[in-house]
DNA sequence: AAGTGGTCTAGACCACTCT
DNA sequence: GAGTGGTCTAGACCACTTG
């Protein structure tokens, strides 16, 4: 790299004042931050390559390790996924092997693909509940989208789910029936968004009339409540899921370190 | 370091016929493999200090980037813990901010800690499933502990462990209710076992009779069942644990990536 | 053969902690 | 001030993919 080539050295950080320097902001994560940037803006789309690492570090003006390390970070929280020989690609959840990449759900024996059935798809006003989640007002324009996953004709899931109306535009039953493959796959595609992070809360319930239909359960059986905020970048929440996991052949898989 | 250093290098690695090498080892994985191979051999014990990064690189024979990446993973894994300007120690499950680094129960609101109550500690033989899952024999000894944990005095979790005899000699109920702190705790400081990792599978359940009565909630009352089998270096199984949550007040918290 | 990511080295300097 | 981990660079070479 050409020798005076510090445009974004970490000593221009701002300091706000005399004390307490503002944590330190090193060179790699400021690139990493123009990197999600340029995602965002959607210059490289979901699935394709980004630039090479040293095309990369011309362009920012650092060297190949320090981008090196900037894409590292971005592999290890899924944002990126890197291929030797290939180059560098934005991760994406429709054309990948595992499809439902937030789904936890395995099934006790076999492992057959979980078939779709689509119930509703509506807008809606927001609830002050599903608002407040999404950072949103009480009445805002929403889309709630209700639909079963089932295992070999057995109702396995009942989604609920809710998105932000102004996000999600043109989105209608059809072209919802029309899309093969995850949610948000077609998200990603048709609407730009990238859930890239989810937090879940989960409880156990008992099956109220609605669910004990839809499910074949019988009224009161134990269902596994699973509560889902996806996120996208810059931490903004984008979906808000409430799950009905019925786990008498499947179960909710969980890894610790 | 010296120029002729290279006791374990990549080339070295064997090759165990003309086709398909076995997959290439770096040398930072083999590294790594031996530092693992001194946590195992208790050179240095959890919460304790490893050397620095370039005492190691000079008692492998690799530049300090080498150990550096080796370490880095492992601090990724929760093996290590870096702490700049003092040095790299050994994770522990014992003096640790957040006690139960593995559970992932969280209170509605509040952030009380959990009281323990030990019901049960006694030696058994093992059945077949608990066997199995341990790989062990049906029969082999065992240890099995129940406990309750409570919450402002109301019980939330009712947990069943299963230890394999062997491992855990003098463990009695005496030994564990004078012990401070989560039982991963004790497991590292008196009988050298390290969990490292564990696997859970979840499922929603009806309280049974004694459930019911031990947690003090309605018969056939919904519950999380968690069931988890925790591992020690070199992916040994050395623990399985039935957790019965009552998710009422309280909910199993996840981030999906 | 060319291009990509992956490994390894060596050295300089910075930020943090402790004595 | 000495020692530790953290950042950044520059260059060499290796492994893998594609044309």
Same mark, same amino acid.
């Given at each position: ?120 798809? !509506?807008?809606?006003? +927001?609830? $002050?509940?599903? @608002?407040?989640? #999404? /950072?949103?007002?009480? =009445?805002? &324009?929403?889309?709630? *989208? ?56 989960? !409880?156990?319930?008992? +099956?109220? $009339?609605?669910? @004990?239909?839809? #499910? /074949?359960?019988?009224? =009161?059986? &134990?269902?596994?409540? *699973? ?31």
């Amino acid at each position: 790299m050409s020798g005076s080539s510090r445009s974004i050295s970490a000593e221009d950080t701002v300091r706000a004042d005399g004390a307490a320097s503002p944590s330190f902001s090193p060179l790699y994560a400021q690139i990493k931050a123009l990197i999600i940037a340029s995602l965002q803006s959607g210059e490289w789309k979901a699935g394709e390559a980004i630039p090479s690492e040293l095309d990369l570090a011309k362009r920012f003006g650092v060297s190949q390790g320090t981008v090196r390390k900037a894409v590292d970070e971005m592999a290890a929280e899924n944002l990126l996924v890197r291929r030797q020989g290939r180059g560098t690609f934005v991760a994406t959840h429709a054309e990948q092997k595992v499809q439902y990449r937030f789904l936890r759900l395995m099934p006790d024996e076999g492992s057959e693909s979980l078939e779709r059935q689509l119930l509703d798809c !509506r807008r809606q006003r +927001a609830p $002050a509940a599903i @608002a407040r989640a #999404l /950072q949103l007002r009480t =009445g805002d &324009p929403m889309i709630e *989208v209700r639909r079963i996953l089932s295992s070999k004709g057995v109702p396995v899931v009942l989604d609920d789910i809710w998105l932000p109306g102004d996000l999600f535009k043109g989105l209608s039953t059809e072209r919802l029936n029309l899309h093969r493959g995850p949610f948000y796959g077609l998200f990603e595609t048709e609407f730009g968004v990238h859930m890239i992070r989810a937090e879940e809360k989960i !409880r156990a319930v008992a +099956a109220d $009339a609605e669910a @004990a239909c839809l #499910l /074949q359960v019988p009224l =009161g059986a &134990p269902l596994l409540s *699973v509560e889902r905020l996806s996120f996208t970048y810059g931490d903004k929440a984008v979906e808000l899921r409430r799950g009905l996991y019925c786990t008498a052949t499947h179960f909710y898989r969980n890894e610790l370190n």
